[in-house]
């Protein structure tokens, strides 16, 4: 891991979004730990939460891309952070882009708000986390039938690693099924691996909970 990757873990921990104990995913899995991005709801935060994505954007060798954009409606506080991150800390001026659930007849009509988008628009994704992937199926069509012709990946905050509907993950279904490209900040594993060294969370796994988690990752993880 990078330092912004370790960095990230201890943000997710200090900020509330990663928490442990007993949990029952909408799949029904009982999970040793939670991720809730939700709880990113203050302008720190969410400015905090724009540098790590950014930060990643320029690790993973997306730099060519020259639209930021954010599916509504976790995705749009993620793509102007994100934009604005970039700028600030990578003088990289980048447009954001983000969806409407419904196209507005009137005004700024149509289905987008900010950059416009067409063929040559070479587009990042930025989401919260993939499940189902449901999200992206919707993305992926809305992007096409705008003339994008170059999604140079989705970049999502976790990736919990663990089966999807079959012996992929969630994940790697997504970038089966959809040909898409996806770079998460960081993976179940890496938390384990960081959290269970000291570090500047102020919190550290112990031997049991640290037992619950490659548990449940032998279990249902790929």
């Known amino acids: 891991m990078k330092q912004y990757?370790?960095?990230?873990?201890d943000f997710l921990?200090?900020?509330g979004a990663l928490t442990f104990g007993d949990f029952t995913t909408k799949s029904g899995r009982k999970t040793?730990?939670?991720?809730?991005?939700?709880?990113?709801?203050l302008g720190s935060?969410?400015?905090?939460?724009?540098?790590?994505?950014?930060?990643?954007?320029?690790?993973s060798g997306l730099k060519s891309l020259n639209v930021v954009?954010?599916?509504?409606?976790?995705?749009?506080?993620?793509?102007?952070?994100?934009?604005?991150?970039?700028?600030?800390?990578?003088k990289m001026d980048i447009p954001f882009s983000f969806n409407r659930k419904e196209a507005k007849e009137h005004g700024d009509a149509g289905m987008l708000v900010g950059s416009k988008l067409g063929?040559?628009?070479k587009v990042v994704i930025v989401e919260d986390v993939i499940t189902a992937g449901t999200t992206m199926r919707e993305v992926v069509p809305l992007m096409s039938s705008f003339g994008v012709k170059e999604i140079l990946g989705v970049v999502i905050a976790v990736d919990r690693s663990e089966?999807?509907?079959?012996?992929?993950?969630?994940?790697?279904?997504?970038?089966?099924?959809?040909?898409?490209?996806?770079?998460p900040i960081v993976t179940a594993r890496d938390i384990i691996e960081h959290l269970s060294?000291?570090?500047?969370?102020?919190?550290?796994?112990?031997?049991?909970?640290?037992?619950?988690?490659?548990n449940y990752l032998e279990q249902y993880g790929v």
């Not at 935060?45 to 690790?59: T, W």
């Not at 089966?163 to 898409?180: C, I, M, P, R, W």
């Open 5 to 9: 990757q370790r960095s990230f873990i």
């Open 13 to 15: 921990v200090k900020s």
């Open 32 to 41: 040793p730990y939670f991720v809730n991005m939700g709880n990113f709801n």
């Open 45 to 59: 935060a969410i400015s905090r939460l724009g540098d790590f994505y950014a930060d990643h954007i320029v690790s």
């Open 69 to 90: 954009f954010g599916p509504a409606y976790k995705g749009i506080p993620l793509a102007i952070s994100t934009a604005e991150a970039l700028n600030r800390n990578h």
């Open 119 to 121: 063929s040559s628009s």
């Open 163 to 183: 089966k999807g509907t079959a012996d992929l993950s969630a994940v790697q279904e997504a970038e089966q099924s959809l040909g898409l490209k996806i770079f």
């Open 197 to 214: 060294a000291e570090n500047e969370s102020g919190f550290r796994l112990n031997q049991d909970l640290r037992g619950r988690m490659e």
